[in-house]
């Protein structure tokens, strides 16, 4: 556990390093960092020795002043080329949305966690509290995060328990290990998946998958909205739509017919 703290300390202090150089418009001189860090000098040096030695950061020859690299520039490109999917989704998002006229969502797993890339507001704007651009969401209680689920293994999907628990959010939601699985067979029977008040009470969603190039769902889309209006005959009527919006989406990423 103490071996555990000092790693976490130390990752810390290396963020800290990180964010005062990338703050700096220039080189700047070791113990000009250590002080805007609040750091000895000796620890600094071995931080940023580390960045050097990983080619995170590089030691200018003549003044000796340390900077950051365009290595960091090479994975912000790598994390933001994950997100390209958000431009290609949102005219078919904004169109699901009005066609259903209640609100449109697009996630992507992230940790074992669903997080929202895009959401498009119904006519009431009902959902504007629970459905945020980057918020995060369980996927045992989300029509698109049971999605994400069809594909885990049987050891992943116990290790999601351990790691994140099944909550039970409503008296609807699936909080075993034995509902959750049943629930997952029945969404790859179907090719869906629905949220009924099982992350909110009043609220019911139809979710359907976006597929990469190798057929591998790697988001997913879904329509929301209030009990009252999500009944189990205008779901059926949705259905149709939600899904043929995800393949659409799958078509431009290249998913194999």
């Known amino acids: 556990m103490e071996k555990q703290t000092r790693l976490n300390q130390s990752v810390e202090k290396t963020l800290q390093i990180i964010e005062a150089m990338a703050n700096a418009r220039e080189p700047v001189r070791l113990g000009d960092l250590a002080r805007e860090v609040d750091m000895p000098a000796s620890t600094t040096l071995r931080m940023v020795g580390t960045l050097v030695e990983h080619r995170y950061a590089y030691q200018d020859p003549v003044t000796l002043r340390y900077a950051l690299t365009m290595k960091f520039a090479q994975i ?86 351990e790691k994140k628990g099944l909550l039970r959010l409503t008296p609807h939601t699936k909080s075993t290990l034995e509902e959750l699985t049943k629930e997952l067979d029945a ?36 329509v929301s909205g209030p009990v009252s209006r999500m009944t189990r005959a205008r779901i059926l009527e949705l259905v149709p ?17």
Do not use: N, W
Not at 84 to 112: H, Y
Not at 148 to 157: G, H, I
Not at 197 to 218: F, N, Q
């Open 76 to 161: 912000g490109a790598m994390v933001s080329a994950r997100f390209s999917i958000r431009d290609i989704a949102r005219p078919t998002l904004v169109e699901l949305s009005r066609r259903c006229d209640e609100s449109s969502c697009l996630a992507i797993e992230e940790d074992m966690e669903v997080i929202y890339l895009d959401v498009v507001d119904g006519p009431d704007g009902m959902l504007k509290i629970t459905q945020r651009i980057g918020k995060r969401a369980p996927m045992h209680s989300t029509g698109v995060g049971k999605l994400m689920l069809t594909q885990y293994s049987p050891a992943r999907l116990q290790a999601l328990v």
């Open 187 to 222: 969404v790859r029977a179907q090719g869906y998946a629905l949220d009924d008040e099982e992350c909110e009470l009043g609220a019911r969603c139809i979710a359907a998958p976006i597929r990469d190039y190798e057929g591998r769902i790697t988001a997913a889309i879904s």
């Open 241 to 257: 739509l939600v899904t043929d919006a995800a393949r659409r989406i799958s078509t431009a990423l290249a998913c194999p017919e």
